[in-house]
């Protein structure tokens, strides 16, 4: 990456990598939906085991890219339950059309 020399520089790589983010966040989004329709109960949708799990290993990976590994289990802990809120909500909408 080349270093910005503006504020403005900054803003615009900010942007266009929540661009990304965002796309990445709506297929992340579909599958979510995609896993609902195999699971049977509100354990199996928030799978404790599961979730430990993803954050060790973004704990892991955020170390070895450089990040902060305290602000990546952050940001997927609120990721994380922002999405199983939805998918529990989606497993309600599908155990209500059975």
């Given at each position: 990456m080349k270093t910005p020399s503006s504020l403005a520089e900054v803003r615009a790589e900010i942007d266009a990598i929540d661009s990304t983010m965002i796309e990445l966040?709506?297929?992340r989004q579909e599958l979510v939906r995609a896993a609902a329709t195999f699971k049977r109960d509100e354990h199996a949708v928030r799978?404790?085991?599961?979730f430990?799990?993803?954050?060790a290993s973004v704990r892991e990976r955020a170390d070895a890219a450089g990040l902060s590994a305290?602000?990546?289990?952050?940001?997927?802990r609120?990721?994380?339950?922002?999405?199983?809120?939805?998918?529990?909500?989606?497993?309600?909408?599908i155990q209500a059309g059975e």
């Open positions: 966040l709506a297929t799978a404790p085991d599961r430990a799990q993803v954050i305290d602000v990546a289990e952050a940001i997927w609120a990721m994380v339950g922002a999405f199983i809120e939805l998918e529990l909500a989606e497993h309600e909408s």
